[in-house]
């Protein structure tokens, strides 16, 4: 990880990426580990002047879940087109699996995957009769094999059973995965997702999340843009955070959860006692509270706190270790909360 100082002057911890070797491996990745994505100084100005994306350096090792958050308006999309060649950048060079893009762009796109507008299907048509002709319309799938390849990407997203049903009977969770078989029509390394889950009820999306799951433990490498943090934590391996077209932090994210503190939670009557307790015990950062006193837990064992609370005649109502969420994570990183509605 490096240290990369921000918008706010605060330093957070970036994978490196930064020019040099695009093809490499990211610090604070395994030694040796791949990028299916890497971008230096990728950035977009429109011709309003407006910077919708500023110098970004991304770093997406092979094999992650990688989950690109970031509030309405943050840079996401812009960021997406651009990877995929649908918008030229202002500035900028980026890799995909290792290629130098635009120029790679012929060698490459057959082995990713990409869903950003979702594709506009027929609702009289079947799931299956609807892959069939988006198929047709790529000049570089081979129709010999189409059968074998869309019977796979449906069984793939488990829409098999629903093959010949309707698309207009699907529910909003049966679409969104067959816009996922769409991009599964063919073998795929990497599987960019623009907020897949965006307009679904939570039946839907908490499909499209297990989807997800079962496509990267599978091997592909799944790049996945949302505005939801616990989605995001839910469902990703490693995370990079956007604000305004900035990048704000990138890494695993159980790295960036460990940047922030375990604390200890005590719900009691007794504040003051429970209070010295814990300062007896050594712990820093207590923090009294109406009916509850928490400590940072740091390498401290609950057990041994509970004991010396029962021991010291506290009476304990609760005892909760408090693990840092990702949001605690950006609040300490950028002093603010995460405005998941932008
Ligand atoms: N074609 C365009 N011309 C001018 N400005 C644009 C254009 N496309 C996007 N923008 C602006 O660039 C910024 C980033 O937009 P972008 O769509 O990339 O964000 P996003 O994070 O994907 O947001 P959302 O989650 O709402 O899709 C926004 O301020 C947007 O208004």
């Known amino acids: 990880m ?69 509030p309405n308006g943050s840079g996401k999309t812009t960021t997406i087109r ?19 893009m635009p120029g790679g762009v012929g060698g490459v796109l057959s082995r990713v995957g990409a ?3 979702g594709p506009a299907f027929y609702p009289y048509l079947s799931g299956e009769a609807n892959l069939r002709r988006y198929d047709a319309a790529d000049p570089s799938a081979d129709p010999r094999t189409v059968s074998a390849r869309i019977g796979l990407a449906l069984e793939r997203v488990g829409l098999a059973a629903a093959a010949g049903k309707r698309y207009r009977a699907y529910s909003l969770g049966m679409r969104q995965r067959l816009a996922i078989a769409a991009t599964l029509l063919g073998p795929r390394e990497l599987l960019i997702l623009d907020e897949p889950t965006n307009g679904l009820d939570p039946q839907g999306t908490r499909e499209v999340r297990g989807l997800v799951k ?30 305004a077209g900035r990048l704000v932090a990138q890494g695993p994210i159980a790295d960036l959860r460990a940047s922030e503190t375990v604390r200890i939670r005590v719900e009691t009557p007794d504040v003051e006692e ?34 010396a609370l029962v021991t010291g005649g506290v009476a304990v109502r609760g005892l909760a270790v408090q693990r840092p969420t990702l949001e605690d994570v950006f609040v300490g990183l950028t002093g603010e909360g995460f405005d998941v509605d932008g």
């Open 2 to 70: 490096s240290r990369t100082p921000t918008d706010a002057g605060l330093a957070v911890d970036v994978p490196g990426s930064r020019g040099g070797d695009p093809g490499g491996g990211a610090r604070g990745e395994a030694p040796g580990a791949e990028l299916s994505i890497v971008t230096s100084g990728l950035t977009k100005r429109f011709g309003s002047g407006q910077v919708a994306v500023d110098a970004l350096d991304l770093a997406v090792p092979s094999g992650s879940v990688f989950g690109f958050l970031g």
């Open 82 to 100: 651009m990877l995929l060649g649908l918008v030229a950048p202002t500035a900028g060079e980026w890799r995909l699996l290792g290629a130098p």
């Open 115 to 117: 869903l950003v507008e």
């Open 214 to 243: 079962e496509i990267a433990a599978e091997g592909t490498t799944v790049f996945v843009s949302s505005h939801l943090l616990a989605e995001v934590e839910q469902m990703c391996s490693h995370v990079a955070v956007m604000r």
């Open 274 to 307: 429970a209070a010295a307790v814990l300062a007896g015990l050594g712990l820093p950062e207590i923090r009294l509270g109406d009916g509850d006193v928490s400590a940072a837990l740091g390498a401290g064992l609950p057990e041994r706190v509970c004991a």
